[in-house]
């Protein structure tokens, strides 16, 4: 199963494709989406990352993906901005029928490093660790790729439950 995770951002939304086969992980790709503050207004920008995310779909054609939750921070508008560019994460991936799982930053974290308030620079590590020779594009894409990494896991174990039902049905 090949499996997107989406880390939201205005500016930066990074995303990573890896390929489940079992408890075997694989990195296909990664990457950011970019949107900048010079493109225009906000609408503008979140076409621009609508139409960049869109692409990574066609390109990379996922059967699952993941978006990580945003947390609320003192800004309000920063919240309500970063909700926004949440929103095209949520919809590209609906659009091409896809079942869309939502995790927590901590949860992610819980997954991939084992400790729910780790550092970036220790979930860039695990990651790498998860997906030997991955060549990740940046700290969004890490993240992205975390993101991945959590929701095979969540499949995997949903998978394992639905099993065992079967077999005690």
Known sequence: MRVIGID???RNLG????????SRLTHVANGICHS???D???ALRLLSLHIQLTEVLQLWQPEAAAVEHT????DAVATLKLGQARGIALLVPAQFGLAVGEYAPNAVKKTVVG?????????DHMVKLHLPGVKITGA?????????????????????????LRAAG
């Open 140 to 164: 969004d894409a890490a993240d992205a790729l975390a993101i991945a990494i959590c929701h095979a896991h969540h499949l995997q174990s949903a998978g394992r439950l639905q099993a065992a």
């Open 15 to 22: 995303w990573g494709v890896i390929d489940v086969a079992g």
């Open 115 to 123: 400790v729910g308030h780790a550092a970036k620079v220790q979930v």
């Open 36 to 38: 900048d503050a010079a």
């Open 40 to 42: 225009g207004d906000l």
């Open 8 to 10: 939201p951002g205005l």
């Open 71 to 74: 947390f609320v921070n003192k």
